[in-house]
């Protein structure tokens, strides 16, 4: 079985920063893969950034140059530095992987629980 467990969210007054983590744990044999997404009120999920496990990116146009996504494939960890924050990035973040777990030859995807962001005007 393989989770991912997120942390680091809160409450944020406009322009300011947060970190948010993102653990996979289990029976894990490798990490394609990672990234975050998120849904706001009313609103469908969304991505806003991708990393693979080669490192490259894609970001929503919304938050480039604002968010920066990191991984340490050793730690089984994505981060997601936030910075300049508006009250528009208000929502629910979800961790995402496709990961291969030790019982089985193929990659499945996997969600994580979601913490939530909220930016004050």
């Known amino acids: 079985q393989v989770q991912l467990v997120e942390s680091g969210g809160g409450l944020v007054q406009a322009g300011g920063s947060l970190r948010l983590s993102c653990a996979a744990s289990g029976s894990i044999f490798s990490i394609n893969a990672m990234g975050w997404y998120r849904q706001a009120p009313g609103k469908q999920r969304e991505l806003v950034v991708v990393?693979?496990?080669?490192?490259?990116?894609n970001y929503k146009d919304s938050v480039k140059g604002r968010f920066t996504i990191s991984r340490d494939n050793a730690k089984n960890t994505v981060y997601l530095q936030m910075n300049s924050l508006k009250p528009e990035d208000t929502a629910v973040y979800y961790c995402?992987?496709?990961?291969?777990?030790?019982?089985?030859?193929?990659?499945?995807?996997?969600w994580g629980q979601g913490t939530q962001v909220t930016v004050s005007s």
């Open positions: 995402n992987a496709d990961v291969r777990s030790r019982s089985y030859s193929s990659y499945a995807n996997y």
């Open positions: 990393i693979t496990s080669g490192g490259s990116t």
